[in-house]
């Protein structure tokens, strides 16, 4: 069975400085991806970023990155230069390949707040 | 923007009343899901879609059933709505492009 681990139910940073939120998943499907989505205040999820197992370099969308070490069975997320506007729940998600419906399974969030 | 609407946004109805929840796309993908939020579990799949009258079940399908009857419109249905599906629903789309899902705005719905 796939899962998604999240151990921080919620954060603190100091605007303007970087922040890593963990993830954990276990999975015995050799392809996968996991994925991180932003659930702001307003309710939405919001896509940021993608990792394929079988990539080679850590993903990377402007300020979020992606800290994936397989060995580890981890992908956490890292925010740099953090802005009032990132406080928000963070979601890891996972998706395997053997099942092609594509479903998300998601951990149960990381709620960060940003101090100005 | 996927181009994702859900209706309605919000909803309080009684237990046992049936119950239907639209959600539309505009893009033509072929994937499509319903997704129920509650507090601590984040987002479980409730069924989901891969084409006009292609379902299946999702990890929380008891209770729920959906139609697909042209590619725009994932309809989800509860029989006879209770307490404990009171939740926030929200479908997806699986992007054309990539593997990464997008979401619709989500369905408060409160079951009384």
């Known amino acids: 069975a796939q899962k998604i681990t999240q151990t921080q139910p919620g954060m603190f940073v100091q605007e303007k400085e970087a922040v890593t939120l963990d993830c954990t998943y276990d999975t015995s499907d050799p392809s996968y991806g996991l994925f991180w989505y932003k659930q702001p205040s307003s309710g939405e999820m919001i896509f940021l970023i993608y990792?394929?197992?079988?990539?080679?370099q850590n993903a990377t969308e402007g300020r979020y990155s992606l800290n994936f070490q397989k060995a580890r069975k981890s992908a956490n997320l890292v925010i740099s230069a953090s802005q009032l506007g990132d406080s928000a729940m963070y979601f890891c998600a996972m998706q395997g390949r053997v099942d092609s419906s594509y479903k998300l399974i998601f951990g149960s969030g990381t709620r960060l707040l940003v101090r100005p | 923007d996927a181009g994702i609407t859900q209706s309605p946004r919000h909803k309080v109805t009684e237990t046992g009343t049936p119950v239907t929840l639209r959600c539309h796309q505009t893009?033509?993908?072929?994937?499509m899901y319903w997704y129920r939020q509650d507090p601590g579990h984040g987002l479980r799949l409730i069924h989901y879609s891969y084409g006009v009258k292609d379902t299946d079940k999702g990890e929380v399908s008891d209770g729920y059933s959906v139609s697909r009857s042209k590619t725009e419109d994932f309809l989800l249905t509860l029989e006879s709505a209770t307490s404990s599906q009171t939740s926030v629903y929200f479908c997806?789309?699986?992007?054309?492009?990539?593997?990464?899902?997008?979401f619709g705005p989500g369905t408060r719905l409160t079951v009384t």
């Open positions: 893009e033509n993908h072929r994937y």
């Open positions: 990792q394929g197992s079988y990539d080679q």
């Open positions: 997806a789309i699986r992007s054309d492009r990539g593997l990464e899902q997008y």
